[in-house]
């Protein structure tokens, strides 16, 4: 199994959730630092001791020649099944502010870098092919515009791979708590805030836990996130897609 961001730190979580709890034992880790990166020599001992064969890449997935020199680099007698594409780089801003070097450093590795690795694996008889979305690309994010059209992407790819009789699905996550991913940097004002808000963040557990639960129902585009059900009532606008879920009042003025 190949996971793209696989050194950072939701990659990690999940690299030892597939091999503790799915009976992964051969891992193709990769990321634009390889095992160059903080701690990754020590998330391959973990690993390796645990009973898995394990491999860190050099790889920016936004290059098609570098994904695809992956792909044909694993060995004939360990063939690719599954791919989980967990890759993406955040850089939030108002409209007003993003550029076009802001944009691109956000859509290469969601936009750029899901399409090589489909293109480059398309042809291989994947059993899974899982991109890591998020509930910004389905319910907008404030600040996250080139965020949300990223995902947004990955979600159509995951729909349009499942047309093409390919495998595919797309997990469009709410944020993960604190120290894991790209929420990592965030403090308690932020926690805190997404809680008032109706979409408190997720622990751990319970994303590996949603991560096994979606992958299980066969859909192709899904959205595991927590739901303050109560706390979106209170909100002065309930997202559209959320109105079948959140009976808010009616506020006649």
Same mark, same amino acid.
């Given at each position: 199994?190949?996971?793209?961001?696989g050194?950072?730190g939701l990659?990690?979580?999940?690299?030892?959730?597939?091999v503790?709890?799915c009976g992964?034992?051969r891992?193709l880790?990769?990321?634009?630092s /390889?095992?160059?990166?903080?701690?990754?020599?020590?998330?391959?001992?973990?690993?390796?001791?645990? /009973?898995?064969?394990v491999?860190?890449?050099?790889?920016d997935?936004?290059?098609a020649d570098?994904?695809?020199?992956?792909?044909?680099?694993?060995?004939d007698a360990?063939?690719?099944t599954?791919?989980?594409?967990a890759?993406?780089?955040? +850089?939030d /801003?108002?409209v007003?502010?993003l550029t076009?070097e802001?944009?691109?450093?956000?859509?290469?590795?969601?936009?750029d870098?899901a399409?090589?690795v489909h293109v480059?694996?398309?042809?291989l +008889?994947?059993?899974?092919?899982?991109?890591?979305?998020?509930?910004a690309g389905?319910l907008?994010?404030?600040?996250q515009a080139?965020?949300?059209? /990223?995902?947004a992407?990955? +979600?159509?790819l995951?729909?349009?791979?499942?047309?093409a009789?390919?495998p595919?699905?797309?997990?469009?996550?709410g944020?993960?708590?604190q120290?894991?991913?790209?929420?990592?940097g965030l403090?308690?004002?932020?926690v805190r805030?997404?809680?008032d808000l109706?979409?408190?963040?997720?622990?751990?557990?319970?994303g590996?836990?949603?991560f +096994?639960?979606a992958?299980?129902?066969?859909?192709?585009?899904?959205?595991p996130?927590?739901?303050?059900?109560?706390?979106?009532?209170n909100?002065?606008?309930v997202?559209?897609?959320?109105?079948?879920l959140?009976?808010?009042?009616?506020?006649?003025?």
């Amino acid at each position: 199994m190949w996971v793209t961001g696989g050194t950072g730190g939701l990659g990690g979580v999940l690299a030892r959730h597939l091999v503790r709890s799915c009976g992964v034992r051969r891992l193709l880790l990769s990321s634009r630092s /390889g095992g160059a990166g903080g701690g990754v020599a020590e998330l391959v001992a973990e690993l390796e001791s645990l /009973g898995a064969w394990v491999s860190v890449v050099v790889c920016d997935v936004a290059d098609a020649d570098a994904v695809a020199g992956v792909v044909s680099g694993v060995s004939d007698a360990y063939p690719l099944t599954a791919v989980v594409h967990a890759a993406g780089v955040l +850089d939030d /801003g108002v409209v007003g502010s993003l550029t076009s070097e802001r944009l691109a450093s956000v859509l290469r590795p969601k936009v750029d870098g899901a399409w090589n690795v489909h293109v480059a694996t398309r042809g291989l +008889d994947l059993g899974a092919f899982v991109v890591f979305s998020s509930v910004a690309g389905v319910l907008g994010g404030a600040g996250q515009a080139n965020y949300a059209a /990223g995902n947004a992407f990955l +979600d159509a790819l995951a729909v349009y791979r499942v047309g093409a009789g390919l495998p595919g699905v797309s997990l469009a996550w709410g944020a993960w708590d604190q120290g894991v991913g790209m929420t990592a940097g965030l403090g308690e004002r932020e926690v805190r805030r997404a809680a008032d808000l109706g979409m408190p963040l997720l622990g751990v557990e319970q994303g590996l836990a949603l991560f +096994d639960a979606a992958l299980a129902t066969g859909g192709s585009a899904l959205v595991p996130v927590r739901l303050d059900v109560t706390a979106l009532r209170n909100q002065p606008t309930v997202p559209p897609v959320l109105r079948g879920l959140v009976k808010a009042p009616v506020r006649r003025t």
